[in-house]
Protein backbone atom coordinates (compact mmCIF):
# COMPACT_ATOMS: atom_id res chain seq x y z
CA UNK A 1 0.00 0.00 0.00
CA UNK A 2 1.47 3.53 -0.91
CA UNK A 3 1.97 5.66 1.99
CA UNK A 4 -0.42 8.21 -0.10
CA UNK A 5 -2.93 5.85 1.38
CA UNK A 6 -4.36 7.07 4.92
CA UNK A 7 -4.79 4.09 6.88
CA UNK A 8 -5.12 5.64 10.16
CA UNK A 9 -8.57 5.79 12.31
CA UNK A 10 -9.86 9.44 13.93
CA UNK A 11 -7.71 10.10 16.95
CA UNK A 12 -9.64 11.42 20.28
CA UNK A 13 -13.24 10.97 18.46
CA UNK A 14 -14.71 9.20 21.12
CA UNK A 15 -15.16 9.66 25.17
CA UNK A 16 -16.03 7.54 28.17
CA UNK A 17 -20.07 8.31 27.15
CA UNK A 18 -19.71 7.77 23.27
CA UNK A 19 -18.17 4.57 23.78
CA UNK A 20 -21.17 3.37 26.05
CA UNK A 21 -23.34 4.15 24.00
CA UNK A 22 -22.01 2.42 20.92
CA UNK A 23 -21.77 -0.84 23.15
CA UNK A 24 -25.45 -0.48 25.00
CA UNK A 25 -26.62 0.55 21.38
CA UNK A 26 -25.54 -3.11 20.02
CA UNK A 27 -26.65 -4.81 23.13
CA UNK A 28 -30.17 -2.88 22.46
CA UNK A 29 -31.77 -3.31 25.78
CA UNK A 30 -35.42 -3.01 24.29
CA UNK A 31 -34.44 -5.49 21.73
CA UNK A 32 -33.01 -7.58 25.03
CA UNK A 33 -36.29 -7.60 26.70
CA UNK A 34 -38.73 -7.89 23.72
CA UNK A 35 -37.01 -11.33 22.51
CA UNK A 36 -33.86 -12.42 24.97
CA UNK A 37 -35.42 -11.86 28.33
CA UNK A 38 -38.66 -13.13 27.33
CA UNK A 39 -37.08 -16.41 25.83
CA UNK A 40 -34.95 -16.64 28.98
CA UNK A 41 -38.44 -16.51 31.01
CA UNK A 42 -40.11 -19.01 29.05
CA UNK A 43 -37.00 -21.70 28.32
CA UNK A 44 -34.95 -20.96 31.09
CA UNK A 45 -35.84 -20.35 34.76
CA UNK A 46 -38.90 -18.24 34.95
CA UNK A 47 -39.78 -16.55 37.71
CA UNK A 48 -35.77 -16.77 38.79
CA UNK A 49 -34.70 -15.19 35.61
CA UNK A 50 -33.83 -11.82 36.84
CA UNK A 51 -31.16 -13.62 39.04
CA UNK A 52 -29.78 -15.06 35.88
CA UNK A 53 -29.42 -11.47 34.79
CA UNK A 54 -27.20 -10.50 37.94
CA UNK A 55 -24.97 -13.39 37.76
CA UNK A 56 -23.75 -13.04 34.37
CA UNK A 57 -23.15 -9.19 35.27
CA UNK A 58 -21.37 -10.06 38.06
CA UNK A 59 -19.51 -12.86 36.03
CA UNK A 60 -18.24 -10.49 33.22
CA UNK A 61 -17.71 -7.85 35.46
CA UNK A 62 -14.86 -9.78 36.98
CA UNK A 63 -13.43 -10.47 33.51
CA UNK A 64 -13.69 -6.50 32.60
CA UNK A 65 -11.62 -6.38 35.71
CA UNK A 66 -8.59 -8.20 34.38
CA UNK A 67 -9.75 -6.84 30.50
CA UNK A 68 -9.14 -3.34 31.78
CA UNK A 69 -5.96 -4.12 32.85
CA UNK A 70 -4.94 -5.27 29.40
CA UNK A 71 -6.77 -2.40 28.34
CA UNK A 72 -3.95 0.09 29.54
CA UNK A 73 -1.42 -1.61 27.87
CA UNK A 74 -2.67 -2.39 24.50
CA UNK A 75 -4.50 0.57 22.22
CA UNK A 76 -5.88 -1.34 19.11
CA UNK A 77 -8.78 -1.88 16.51
CA UNK A 78 -8.62 -5.26 16.46
CA UNK A 79 -10.19 -5.63 19.91
CA UNK A 80 -9.89 -8.96 21.33
CA UNK A 81 -8.05 -10.57 18.34
CA UNK A 82 -5.20 -8.28 19.19
CA UNK A 83 -5.73 -9.48 22.94
CA UNK A 84 -5.36 -12.70 21.99
CA UNK A 85 -2.35 -12.00 19.77
CA UNK A 86 -0.60 -10.51 22.71
CA UNK A 87 -1.71 -13.02 25.63
CA UNK A 88 -1.79 -16.83 23.48
CA UNK A 89 0.39 -15.81 20.54
CA UNK A 90 -0.10 -15.16 16.93
CA UNK A 91 -1.37 -18.46 15.39
CA UNK A 92 -3.97 -18.30 18.21
CA UNK A 93 -4.48 -14.43 17.69
CA UNK A 94 -5.02 -15.34 13.77
CA UNK A 95 -7.76 -18.06 14.76
CA UNK A 96 -9.45 -15.26 17.04
CA UNK A 97 -9.51 -13.04 14.34
CA UNK A 98 -11.69 -15.46 11.75
CA UNK A 99 -13.68 -16.25 14.36
CA UNK A 100 -14.45 -12.52 15.16
CA UNK A 101 -14.82 -11.66 11.48
CA UNK A 102 -16.87 -14.56 10.71
CA UNK A 103 -19.22 -13.90 14.07
CA UNK A 104 -19.79 -10.06 13.92
CA UNK A 105 -20.52 -10.49 10.00
CA UNK A 106 -22.89 -12.96 10.61
CA UNK A 107 -24.73 -10.60 13.26
CA UNK A 108 -25.14 -7.76 10.72
CA UNK A 109 -26.84 -10.18 8.07
CA UNK A 110 -29.23 -11.29 11.08
CA UNK A 111 -30.37 -7.53 11.83
CA UNK A 112 -30.64 -6.94 8.99
CA UNK A 113 -33.64 -9.86 8.76
CA UNK A 114 -34.36 -8.61 12.58
CA UNK A 115 -34.91 -5.04 11.94
CA UNK A 116 -36.34 -5.98 8.06
CA UNK A 117 -39.28 -8.31 9.01
CA UNK A 118 -40.42 -5.63 12.09
CA UNK A 119 -40.18 -2.90 10.04
CA UNK A 120 -42.38 -4.42 7.80
CA UNK A 121 -45.01 -6.03 10.49
CA UNK A 122 -45.20 -2.54 12.48
CA UNK A 123 -45.32 -0.22 9.56
CA UNK A 124 -48.21 -2.13 8.54
CA UNK A 125 -49.64 -2.93 11.90
CA UNK A 126 -49.65 0.70 12.87
CA UNK A 127 -50.68 2.16 9.34
CA UNK A 128 -52.73 -0.44 7.65
CA UNK A 129 -50.41 -0.29 4.72
CA UNK A 130 -50.16 -4.07 3.37
CA UNK A 131 -47.11 -4.52 1.90
CA UNK A 132 -46.31 -7.42 -0.85
CA UNK A 133 -44.01 -8.30 -3.22
CA UNK A 134 -41.10 -5.61 -3.68
CA UNK A 135 -41.97 -4.27 -0.09
CA UNK A 136 -41.30 -6.86 1.79
CA UNK A 137 -38.52 -7.66 4.90
CA UNK A 138 -36.17 -7.56 2.75
CA UNK A 139 -36.63 -4.23 1.21
CA UNK A 140 -36.65 -2.53 4.96
CA UNK A 141 -33.90 -4.73 5.73
CA UNK A 142 -31.67 -3.66 3.06
CA UNK A 143 -33.11 -0.03 3.33
CA UNK A 144 -31.76 -0.14 7.06
CA UNK A 145 -28.12 -1.26 5.90
CA UNK A 146 -27.56 1.20 3.35
CA UNK A 147 -28.25 4.01 6.07
CA UNK A 148 -26.29 2.08 8.74
CA UNK A 149 -23.36 2.38 5.72
CA UNK A 150 -23.98 6.03 5.31
CA UNK A 151 -23.66 6.97 8.61
CA UNK A 152 -20.79 4.69 9.97
CA UNK A 153 -19.29 6.66 6.83
CA UNK A 154 -19.52 9.62 8.29
CA UNK A 155 -17.39 9.08 11.37
CA UNK A 156 -17.83 7.05 14.27
CA UNK A 157 -18.44 10.03 15.93
CA UNK A 158 -21.68 10.72 14.22
CA UNK A 159 -22.45 6.84 14.54
CA UNK A 160 -22.04 7.67 19.09
CA UNK A 161 -24.56 10.55 18.46
CA UNK A 162 -27.24 8.77 16.37
CA UNK A 163 -26.79 5.80 19.38
CA UNK A 164 -27.09 7.92 22.57
CA UNK A 165 -30.22 9.31 20.87
CA UNK A 166 -31.83 5.90 20.33
CA UNK A 167 -30.36 4.49 23.49
CA UNK A 168 -32.06 7.25 25.53
CA UNK A 169 -35.13 7.25 23.51
CA UNK A 170 -35.60 2.80 24.34
CA UNK A 171 -34.11 3.27 27.73
CA UNK A 172 -37.03 5.95 28.52
CA UNK A 173 -39.39 3.58 27.93
CA UNK A 174 -38.29 0.58 29.71
CA UNK A 175 -37.52 2.81 32.76
CA UNK A 176 -41.24 4.20 32.58
CA UNK A 177 -42.31 0.38 32.23
CA UNK A 178 -40.57 -0.27 35.02
CA UNK A 179 -41.34 2.30 37.38
CA UNK A 180 -45.40 1.93 36.07
CA UNK A 181 -44.64 -2.10 37.38
CA UNK A 182 -43.06 -0.80 40.91
CA UNK A 183 -45.85 1.62 41.83
CA UNK A 184 -49.11 -0.38 40.63
CA UNK A 185 -47.55 -3.63 41.33
CA UNK A 186 -44.56 -4.01 43.74
CA UNK A 187 -41.24 -6.19 42.66
CA UNK A 188 -41.75 -9.48 44.15
CA UNK A 189 -38.29 -10.42 46.29
CA UNK A 190 -39.96 -14.31 45.45
CA UNK A 191 -37.81 -14.02 42.40
CA UNK A 192 -34.93 -14.38 44.45
CA UNK A 193 -35.41 -17.61 46.29
CA UNK A 194 -33.69 -20.64 45.71
CA UNK A 195 -37.29 -22.22 44.36
CA UNK A 196 -37.67 -19.49 41.99
CA UNK A 197 -33.77 -19.23 40.63
CA UNK A 198 -33.79 -23.29 40.11
CA UNK A 199 -37.13 -23.45 38.43
CA UNK A 200 -37.40 -24.83 34.74
CA UNK A 201 -33.21 -25.00 33.57
CA UNK A 202 -31.04 -22.42 35.31
CA UNK A 203 -28.48 -23.33 32.60
CA UNK A 204 -30.34 -22.49 29.78
CA UNK A 205 -31.29 -19.55 31.72
CA UNK A 206 -27.84 -17.85 32.49
CA UNK A 207 -27.13 -18.83 28.61
CA UNK A 208 -29.87 -16.45 27.36
CA UNK A 209 -28.93 -14.01 29.85
CA UNK A 210 -25.08 -14.01 28.53
CA UNK A 211 -26.46 -13.11 25.29
CA UNK A 212 -28.00 -10.22 26.19
CA UNK A 213 -24.85 -9.02 27.45
CA UNK A 214 -23.18 -9.60 23.66
CA UNK A 215 -21.60 -6.32 22.37
CA UNK A 216 -20.13 -4.94 25.74
CA UNK A 217 -16.56 -6.67 24.35
CA UNK A 218 -16.24 -4.01 21.70
CA UNK A 219 -15.36 -1.47 23.80
CA UNK A 220 -11.94 -2.33 23.09
CA UNK A 221 -12.47 -2.12 19.06
CA UNK A 222 -12.99 1.66 19.19
CA UNK A 223 -9.57 2.26 21.23
CA UNK A 224 -7.57 4.04 18.96
CA UNK A 225 -10.51 6.48 18.36
CA UNK A 226 -10.76 7.07 22.20
CA UNK A 227 -9.74 10.16 23.47
CA UNK A 228 -6.91 8.58 26.47
CA UNK A 229 -7.67 5.40 25.62
CA UNK A 230 -5.96 3.64 28.62
CA UNK A 231 -8.34 5.19 30.94
CA UNK A 232 -11.28 5.61 28.80
CA UNK A 233 -12.03 1.97 27.82
CA UNK A 234 -11.66 0.39 30.88
CA UNK A 235 -13.83 2.70 32.45
CA UNK A 236 -16.43 2.36 29.59
CA UNK A 237 -16.06 -1.25 29.75
CA UNK A 238 -17.14 -1.47 33.14
CA UNK A 239 -19.38 1.65 33.13
CA UNK A 240 -21.47 -0.76 30.06
CA UNK A 241 -21.66 -4.29 31.86
CA UNK A 242 -23.05 -2.47 34.84
CA UNK A 243 -25.66 -0.38 32.88
CA UNK A 244 -26.49 -3.75 31.14
CA UNK A 245 -27.03 -5.87 34.03
CA UNK A 246 -29.05 -3.07 36.02
CA UNK A 247 -31.26 -2.22 32.85
CA UNK A 248 -32.02 -5.86 32.09
CA UNK A 249 -32.11 -7.15 35.50
CA UNK A 250 -34.60 -4.80 36.77
CA UNK A 251 -36.43 -4.79 33.74
CA UNK A 252 -36.74 -8.44 33.69
CA UNK A 253 -37.60 -8.09 37.69
CA UNK A 254 -40.67 -5.91 37.02
CA UNK A 255 -41.70 -8.24 34.26
CA UNK A 256 -41.91 -11.45 36.21
CA UNK A 257 -43.30 -9.56 39.09
CA UNK A 258 -46.19 -8.26 36.93
CA UNK A 259 -46.93 -11.35 36.04
CA UNK A 260 -46.53 -13.68 38.92
CA UNK A 261 -43.48 -15.23 39.73
CA UNK A 262 -44.92 -18.81 40.00
CA UNK A 263 -46.26 -18.72 36.65
CA UNK A 264 -43.99 -16.48 34.84
CA UNK A 265 -42.53 -19.54 32.94
CA UNK A 266 -46.20 -20.67 31.67
CA UNK A 267 -47.28 -16.72 30.23
CA UNK A 268 -44.04 -15.93 28.99
CA UNK A 269 -44.09 -19.83 27.32
CA UNK A 270 -47.53 -18.56 25.78
CA UNK A 271 -46.31 -15.55 24.22
CA UNK A 272 -43.22 -17.37 22.96
CA UNK A 273 -44.80 -17.84 19.06
CA UNK A 274 -46.15 -14.30 18.96
CA UNK A 275 -42.91 -12.66 20.89
CA UNK A 276 -45.69 -10.25 22.39
CA UNK A 277 -44.59 -10.49 26.32
CA UNK A 278 -43.10 -6.97 26.82
CA UNK A 279 -45.93 -5.18 24.44
CA UNK A 280 -48.73 -7.22 26.31
CA UNK A 281 -47.59 -6.04 29.60
CA UNK A 282 -46.79 -2.41 28.75
CA UNK A 283 -50.22 -2.14 27.24
CA UNK A 284 -51.61 -3.11 31.06
CA UNK A 285 -49.27 -0.81 32.98
CA UNK A 286 -48.01 1.88 30.77
CA UNK A 287 -51.38 2.34 28.65
CA UNK A 288 -51.67 1.73 24.85
CA UNK A 289 -50.27 4.60 23.70
CA UNK A 290 -47.37 4.25 25.34
CA UNK A 291 -46.88 0.44 23.98
CA UNK A 292 -47.63 1.74 20.60
CA UNK A 293 -44.29 3.86 21.06
CA UNK A 294 -42.61 0.61 22.58
CA UNK A 295 -43.14 -0.72 18.90
CA UNK A 296 -42.00 2.05 17.35
CA UNK A 297 -38.73 1.88 19.88
CA UNK A 298 -38.37 -1.47 18.95
CA UNK A 299 -38.03 -0.45 15.31
CA UNK A 300 -35.26 2.36 16.70
CA UNK A 301 -33.79 -0.58 18.79
CA UNK A 302 -32.90 -2.66 16.41
CA UNK A 303 -31.47 -0.34 13.86
CA UNK A 304 -29.28 1.24 16.59
CA UNK A 305 -28.44 -2.58 16.91
CA UNK A 306 -27.17 -2.99 13.22
CA UNK A 307 -24.98 0.15 12.80
CA UNK A 308 -23.46 -0.84 16.55
CA UNK A 309 -22.76 -4.25 15.07
CA UNK A 310 -21.74 -3.07 11.73
CA UNK A 311 -19.04 -0.59 13.19
CA UNK A 312 -17.57 -3.67 14.80
CA UNK A 313 -17.56 -6.04 12.07
CA UNK A 314 -15.50 -2.91 10.09
CA UNK A 315 -13.16 -2.71 12.51
CA UNK A 316 -12.05 -6.43 12.44
CA UNK A 317 -11.94 -6.25 8.61
CA UNK A 318 -9.77 -2.84 8.90
CA UNK A 319 -7.36 -4.39 11.37
CA UNK A 320 -7.09 -7.82 9.35
CA UNK A 321 -6.25 -5.65 6.23
CA UNK A 322 -3.70 -3.39 7.97
CA UNK A 323 -1.42 -6.77 9.29
CA UNK A 324 -2.01 -7.81 5.84
CA UNK A 325 -4.07 -11.01 6.86
CA UNK A 326 -6.87 -9.86 4.59
CA UNK A 327 -6.41 -7.96 1.25
CA UNK A 328 -4.33 -4.36 2.42
CA UNK A 329 -7.26 -2.16 0.89
CA UNK A 330 -9.07 -2.79 3.92
CA UNK A 331 -7.43 -0.60 5.72
CA UNK A 332 -7.97 2.21 4.11
CA UNK A 333 -9.51 5.29 5.59
CA UNK A 334 -11.74 8.55 4.36
CA UNK A 335 -11.04 11.80 5.42
CA UNK A 336 -13.65 11.49 8.15
CA UNK A 337 -11.04 8.74 9.65
CA UNK A 338 -13.38 5.84 8.88
CA UNK A 339 -12.84 3.01 7.41
CA UNK A 340 -14.71 3.22 4.21
CA UNK A 341 -13.19 0.01 2.08
CA UNK A 342 -14.08 -2.26 4.97
CA UNK A 343 -17.65 -0.63 5.89
CA UNK A 344 -18.74 -1.02 2.62
CA UNK A 345 -17.09 -4.63 2.17
CA UNK A 346 -19.06 -5.51 5.12
CA UNK A 347 -22.29 -4.14 4.04
CA UNK A 348 -21.96 -5.84 0.92
CA UNK A 349 -21.41 -8.57 2.08
CA UNK A 350 -24.72 -8.68 4.36
CA UNK A 351 -26.64 -7.38 1.57
CA UNK A 352 -25.06 -10.64 -0.56
CA UNK A 353 -25.88 -13.25 2.10
CA UNK A 354 -29.68 -11.76 2.90
CA UNK A 355 -30.61 -11.64 -1.19
CA UNK A 356 -29.46 -15.28 -1.11
CA UNK A 357 -31.70 -16.34 1.53
CA UNK A 358 -34.81 -14.42 0.61
CA UNK A 359 -34.21 -16.04 -3.55
CA UNK A 360 -34.15 -19.34 -1.37
CA UNK A 361 -37.73 -18.53 -0.23
CA UNK A 362 -36.42 -18.54 3.93
CA UNK A 363 -38.43 -17.06 6.32
CA UNK A 364 -36.54 -13.91 7.96
CA UNK A 365 -37.45 -15.17 11.49
CA UNK A 366 -37.55 -18.63 11.11
CA UNK A 367 -34.49 -19.66 8.97
CA UNK A 368 -32.11 -15.90 8.65
CA UNK A 369 -32.76 -14.53 12.05
CA UNK A 370 -32.11 -17.59 14.23
CA UNK A 371 -29.41 -18.88 12.15
CA UNK A 372 -27.06 -15.95 11.59
CA UNK A 373 -27.70 -14.36 15.36
CA UNK A 374 -27.52 -17.81 16.85
CA UNK A 375 -24.19 -17.99 15.46
CA UNK A 376 -22.67 -14.93 16.06
CA UNK A 377 -23.36 -15.34 19.76
CA UNK A 378 -21.56 -18.62 19.66
CA UNK A 379 -18.45 -17.02 18.07
CA UNK A 380 -18.35 -14.09 20.05
CA UNK A 381 -19.11 -16.32 23.60
CA UNK A 382 -16.00 -18.13 22.05
CA UNK A 383 -14.17 -14.48 21.59
CA UNK A 384 -14.77 -13.82 24.79
CA UNK A 385 -13.57 -16.70 26.36
CA UNK A 386 -10.00 -16.89 24.10
CA UNK A 387 -9.92 -12.81 25.52
CA UNK A 388 -10.11 -13.76 28.91
CA UNK A 389 -7.66 -17.23 28.83
CA UNK A 390 -5.58 -14.53 27.24
CA UNK A 391 -5.09 -11.96 29.76
CA UNK A 392 -4.85 -14.24 32.66
CA UNK A 393 -1.81 -16.13 30.33
CA UNK A 394 0.12 -12.60 29.27
CA UNK A 395 -0.08 -11.15 33.08
CA UNK A 396 1.23 -14.58 34.30
CA UNK A 397 4.26 -14.50 31.92
CA UNK A 398 4.93 -10.88 33.26
CA UNK A 399 4.93 -11.93 36.75
CA UNK A 400 2.65 -9.59 37.00
CA UNK A 401 2.33 -9.00 41.27
CA UNK A 402 -1.46 -7.93 41.14
CA UNK A 403 -2.80 -11.36 41.49
CA UNK A 404 -6.18 -10.68 42.40
CA UNK A 405 -6.87 -8.27 39.23
CA UNK A 406 -4.55 -10.35 36.84
CA UNK A 407 -5.30 -13.57 38.12
CA UNK A 408 -8.32 -14.56 40.36
CA UNK A 409 -11.06 -12.10 38.69
CA UNK A 410 -10.24 -12.94 35.30
CA UNK A 411 -9.86 -16.17 35.96
CA UNK A 412 -13.13 -16.60 37.60
CA UNK A 413 -14.85 -14.71 34.26
CA UNK A 414 -13.05 -17.15 31.81
CA UNK A 415 -14.59 -20.38 33.89
CA UNK A 416 -17.82 -18.47 33.55
CA UNK A 417 -17.56 -17.80 30.05
CA UNK A 418 -16.25 -21.41 29.39
CA UNK A 419 -19.52 -22.83 31.30
CA UNK A 420 -21.65 -20.40 28.36
CA UNK A 421 -19.76 -21.36 25.56
CA UNK A 422 -20.53 -25.16 26.86
CA UNK A 423 -23.91 -24.36 27.40
CA UNK A 424 -24.31 -22.34 23.62
CA UNK A 425 -22.73 -25.75 22.03
CA UNK A 426 -24.91 -27.80 23.92
CA UNK A 427 -27.64 -25.87 23.95
CA UNK A 428 -26.86 -24.29 20.09
CA UNK A 429 -30.57 -24.87 18.83
CA UNK A 430 -32.12 -23.01 21.36
CA UNK A 431 -29.32 -20.06 20.96
CA UNK A 432 -30.34 -20.48 17.02
CA UNK A 433 -34.10 -20.84 17.79
CA UNK A 434 -34.14 -23.60 14.99
CA UNK A 435 -33.88 -27.62 14.87
CA UNK A 436 -32.81 -27.53 11.58
CA UNK A 437 -29.76 -29.88 10.44
CA UNK A 438 -28.07 -26.71 8.54
CA UNK A 439 -28.68 -24.46 11.25
CA UNK A 440 -27.26 -26.74 13.87
CA UNK A 441 -23.82 -27.78 11.75
CA UNK A 442 -23.33 -23.68 11.90
CA UNK A 443 -20.61 -24.20 14.37
CA UNK A 444 -18.18 -26.40 12.60
CA UNK A 445 -17.67 -23.01 10.85
CA UNK A 446 -16.00 -22.15 14.24
CA UNK A 447 -13.63 -24.79 13.72
CA UNK A 448 -12.92 -24.30 10.14
CA UNK A 449 -11.66 -21.17 11.75
CA UNK A 450 -9.75 -22.44 14.33
CA UNK A 451 -8.06 -24.90 12.06
CA UNK A 452 -7.32 -22.08 8.94
CA UNK A 453 -6.35 -19.56 11.61
CA UNK A 454 -3.46 -21.73 13.13
CA UNK A 455 -2.86 -23.25 9.60
CA UNK A 456 -2.86 -19.47 8.14
CA UNK A 457 -0.05 -18.85 10.79
CA UNK A 458 1.81 -21.55 10.30
CA UNK A 459 1.83 -20.58 6.35
CA UNK A 460 2.58 -16.89 7.26
CA UNK A 461 5.71 -18.08 9.48
CA UNK A 462 7.30 -20.54 6.76
CA UNK A 463 6.59 -18.20 3.46
CA UNK A 464 5.78 -14.61 4.41
CA UNK A 465 7.86 -14.59 7.36
CA UNK A 466 7.85 -10.28 7.54
CA UNK A 467 4.04 -10.49 7.78
CA UNK A 468 3.98 -12.76 10.10
CA UNK A 469 6.41 -10.84 12.14
CA UNK A 470 4.31 -7.91 12.01
CA UNK A 471 1.28 -9.24 13.30
CA UNK A 472 3.06 -8.73 16.79
CA UNK A 473 4.18 -5.11 15.98
CA UNK A 474 0.77 -4.20 14.77
CA UNK A 475 -0.54 -4.36 18.11
CA UNK A 476 1.42 -1.43 19.53
CA UNK A 477 -0.38 1.05 18.14
CA UNK A 478 -0.40 4.01 20.42
CA UNK A 479 2.86 5.74 21.74
CA UNK A 480 2.20 5.16 25.59
CA UNK A 481 4.75 7.91 26.59
CA UNK A 482 2.36 10.25 24.72
CA UNK A 483 0.05 10.09 27.60
CA UNK A 484 2.76 11.54 29.79
CA UNK A 485 2.46 15.48 30.07
CA UNK A 486 5.43 17.04 31.51
CA UNK A 487 3.93 17.88 34.57
CA UNK A 488 2.79 14.35 35.16
CA UNK A 489 -0.29 15.12 33.07
CA UNK A 490 -1.93 14.02 30.24
CA UNK A 491 -1.15 15.06 26.79
CA UNK A 492 -3.35 13.94 23.77
CA UNK A 493 -2.58 10.30 22.24
CA UNK A 494 -0.50 9.80 19.03
CA UNK A 495 -0.10 6.57 16.75
CA UNK A 496 3.28 4.79 17.43
CA UNK A 497 5.66 5.65 13.97
CA UNK A 498 5.34 1.95 12.49
CA UNK A 499 8.35 3.17 10.21
CA UNK A 500 10.62 3.03 12.74
Not at 160 to 167: A, N
Not at 292 to 310: C, R
Request: hydrophobic share 55%; glycine share 12%.
Amino acid sequence: MSDSVNTTLRKNALGVGAIVFLVLAAVAPLTGMVVVASLAIALGNGGGTPFAFFAVAIVLLLFAIGYGKMSSELVNAGGFYAFVVKGLGRPAGLAAGFIATLGYNFFVVGTIGTSGFFMWVVIQGETGWVMQGFFSWLFWGLASIFVAWLMALRGVDFSSKILGVSLVLETSILVIFDLAVLFKNGYSFSAFSWHSINSGSLSIGLLLAATGFLGFEATSLFSEEAKNPLTTVPRATYTAITLIGVILGVTTWAVVSAIGVDSAQKVAGEHAASGDLVFSLGDKYIGSFLADVMQWLLLVSLFAAMLAFHNSASRYLFSLGRAKILPSVLATTGRRGSPYVASTVQAGFAVIVAVIFKLSGADPIATVVPSMLGFGTLAILVLQALAALAIVVHFRRKNDPRVGTTLIAPGLGFIGLCYAVVMAFKHFDIVAGSTATAVNALPWLLVVALVGGIGYAMYLRSQRSTVYDALSTDLERFDETAMVGGSGGTAPARPVDETA
